[in-house]
Nanobody, 117 residues
Framework: QVQFVESGGGLVQPGGSLTLSCAAP??????????MGWYRQAPGKERELVAR???????QYADSVKGRFTISRDNAKNTVALQINSLKSEDTAVYYC?????????WGLGTQVTVSE
């Protein structure tokens, strides 16, 4: 069973930046052609897709993060990253990576991002 491993979260002040990383150990699919995404779940809210990237590097973003988040991938290392700039309090959430569409058995533990003074 594959589960993604997310890291890089933390407590940051509004306006700050973070870089999240996602690794896919022991994957059993062709990572380089898979659509990958970063999702987040804020307290009391449903999990939402905020950024996605195709195998060739084409990206799409939710309107709420456009211009502030940048998703990237390294197909040689089977990793996906999310650069987050100009953090806002509403970005506070647990961030996860997964394929797009998501596979239920691939969810990892996520990484907590908390934006607060």
């Amino acid at each position: 069973q594959v589960q993604f491993v997310e890291s890089g979260g933390g407590l940051v002040q509004p306006g700050g930046s973070l870089t999240l990383s996602c690794a896919a150990p022991g994957i059993c699919f062709s990572f380089s052609i898979a659509f990958m995404g970063w999702y987040r779940q804020a307290p009391g809210k449903e999990r939402e897709l905020v950024a996605r990237i195709t195998g060739l590097g084409t990206t799409q973003y939710a309107d709420s993060v456009k211009g502030r988040f940048t998703i990237s991938r390294d197909n040689a290392k089977n990793t996906v990253a999310l650069q987050i700039n100009s953090l806002k309090s509403e970005d506070t959430a647990v961030y996860y990576c997964n394929r797009v569409p998501a596979r239920d058995n691939y969810w990892g533990l996520g990484t907590q991002v908390t934006v607060s003074e």
